[in-house]
């Protein structure tokens, strides 16, 4: 698709920081496409007679990143199909497709690829609040998500992984200045306004 017809937010945080939830209130203020990387992986992993479903599976639940051209190929084919049913007035402003993309890129190829091969973020939204807090929102939210990851031994693995592969990108695009941090320790609401207004700058 023609980079020219879509803005790109990458949202980023760590593990339970509140990345999903703060993309479902950023879709209602702005129309937004919400695309989280994790959650397109975990339908190809369902989908039947994907190829990726035992590899994907794998990795999530030791908290590794899947090889990114599984990643970028779910994103992009998401992109494209969103793109292809655009309707003016819900997120397609100006003849342009607003995406979030929701926890990717999180290691620094995946990065440097989405850059070069998909498109330039406009912005990085960067939800960031203490381990402790991260640990007691995923285990409240394990009693009922169904994630196979949501335990404290794949929790322990995610963390890990997070701050030895995810903060580099963090600090990338930290020197393109694009990324926009955010205390994510307040509540969903205080939160979402903070976002809100980083977000509607942009948009003005
Ligand atoms: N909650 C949210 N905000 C709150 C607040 N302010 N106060 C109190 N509670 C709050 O929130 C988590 C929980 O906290 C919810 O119950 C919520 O109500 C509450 P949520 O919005 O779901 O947090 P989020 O940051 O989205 O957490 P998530 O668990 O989705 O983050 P991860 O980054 O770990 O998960 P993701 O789905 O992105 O990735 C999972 C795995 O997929 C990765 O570990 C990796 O194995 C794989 N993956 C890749 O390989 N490549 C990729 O590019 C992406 C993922
Ligand atoms: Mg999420």
């Known amino acids: 698709?023609?980079?020219?017809?879509?803005?790109?937010?990458?949202?980023?945080?760590?593990?339970?920081?509140?990345?999903?939830?703060?993309?479902?209130?950023?879709?209602?203020?702005?129309?937004?496409?919400?695309?989280?990387?994790?959650?397109?992986?975990?339908?190809?992993?369902?989908?039947?007679?994907?190829?990726?479903?035992?590899?994907?599976?794998?990795?999530?639940?030791?908290?590794?990143?899947?090889?990114?051209?599984?990643?970028?190929?779910?994103?992009?084919?998401?992109?494209?199909?969103?793109?292809?049913?655009?309707?003016?007035?819900?997120g397609w402003q100006d003849g342009k497709g607003r995406f979030l993309i929701d926890g990717f890129p999180r290691k620094m190829d995946q990065a440097l690829k989405f850059d070069e091969d998909v498109c330039q973020s406009t912005m990085v939204l960067f939800f960031t609040t203490t381990e402790e807090e991260m640990s007691k929102r995923l285990l409240e939210r394990a009693k009922t998500s169904g994630r196979e990851d949501d335990n404290v031994e794949s929790i322990k693995k995610r963390f890990r992984v997070y701050k030895e592969q995810t903060m580099p990108v963090?600090?990338?695009y930290s020197k393109e200045g694009k990324v926009a941090t955010i205390d994510a320790t307040a509540t969903i609401e205080e939160v979402h306004q903070k976002a809100k207004e980083i977000v509607a700058k942009v948009f003005a």
């Open 1 to 90: 698709f023609d980079k020219s017809k879509v803005t790109v937010f990458f949202v980023l945080g760590g593990p339970g920081a509140g990345k999903g939830t703060q993309c479902a209130n950023l879709v209602k203020d702005f129309g937004f496409c919400h695309l989280s990387a994790g959650d397109l992986l975990r339908a190809e992993q369902d989908r039947e007679g994907s190829q990726y479903g035992e590899m994907i599976r794998k990795y999530i639940r030791e908290g590794q990143i899947v090889p990114m051209e599984v990643t970028i190929k779910l994103l992009e084919n998401a992109m494209r199909a969103a793109l292809a049913e655009k309707r003016d007035g819900e």
């Open 170 to 172: 963090i600090e990338h």
